[in-house]
């Protein structure tokens, strides 16, 4: 299986260093919407999809001027999968899967321009998404990006085990190399998505964690301002902490067989990219 790491939204708040540990606090953070390409037999299939096209025209309104102002979120068409896919020289048509981390703002605003595409989802994001309760939900979903009627093919929260994990398996129509891993706390639906390469696992963790230092084994860190972005944006704290601990001996534990990175942090994309 060919596998494409993209960049499908750039985020630039300011705080410099207080989001992403690079020197300097009078500059703007930089943080990325990473998203998978998977060429399979019979189909492209995205992991997540990023900010869509939608975002290019209308930014406040497909993703909200309160997170387009805190994450200081720049859609542009060439981050959008569509034009991605169209630059390898692959037809977006041929999108026939999504499987999406969760259904927060950055990661389902490309839905839309997939409406052919099959959505798989855990039963619970989907759940959260469609009646939202409390301010928190309510603000994190966009409902106009599920207006154009989703295909969803939802999951409990039930499976097989996959390194001490609970994983969904199969994802209907899909082949068996692709996982829905259960990583609730984020939102209350949140799942991790495991892609066997042929050569490895990838764990895409969503935002189970943001920095790449949270996967340290012996010190984690992460910057003050994402801990707080973490913390303000969590549904279930006490599930959150335990995942990002189990995501941090998977990685320790199994370094060699599972490579696990998260959906905003840009060294972890630059070193998959490579």
């Known amino acids: 299986m060919k596998v494409h790491h993209l960049n499908c939204g750039t985020m630039r708040s300011p705080g410099g260093r207080l989001l992403d540990g690079q020197p300097g606090l009078a500059r703007r953070s930089s943080m990325v919407a990473h998203c998978l390409l998977l060429e399979t037999p019979d189909s492209l299939v ?38 991605q896919i169209r630059a390898l020289g692959l037809d977006p048509a041929d999108v026939r899967h999504i499987v999406m981390t969760h259904l927060d703002v950055d990661h389902a605003g490309g839905l839309a321009d997939f409406p ?51 994983a969904v398996r199969p994802l209907r129509g899909l082949p068996p190399e692709i996982l829905l891993v259960p990583l609730a706390g984020h939102t209350l639906g949140h799942s991790g998505v495991a892609v066997d390469t042929g050569e490895g696992w990838l764990l895409h963790a969503g935002d189970s964690y943001f920095f790449h230092g949270q996967l ?59």
């Open 216 to 274: 340290n084994p012996v010190r984690p860190e992460c910057p003050p301002g994402l801990r707080l972005l973490q913390r303000l944006n969590e549904m279930d704290r006490r599930q959150r902490l335990s995942n990002e601990e189990r995501l941090r001996t998977l990685a320790h534990d199994h370094g060699d067989e599972v490579t696990v990175f998260s959906s905003h942090s840009p060294v972890e994309l630059r070193a998959l990219r490579r």
């Open 116 to 166: 052919q595409a099959v959505v798989h989802v855990s039963a619970e994001e989907r759940k959260a998404a469609s009646a939202p309760h409390g301010f928190a939900e309510k603000t994190r979903y966009g409902a106009a990006q599920f207006a154009h009627s989703p295909l969803w093919s939802t999951y409990p929260d039930a499976g097989e085990q996959w390194f001490g994990f609970d």
């Open 46 to 83: 995205l992991v997540d999809t990023g900010f869509g096209t939608h975002a290019v025209a209308d930014p406040d309104g497909w993703l909200g001027r309160g997170f387009r102002v805190m994450t200081g979120a720049k859609p542009s068409y060439e981050d959008s999968a569509v034009a």
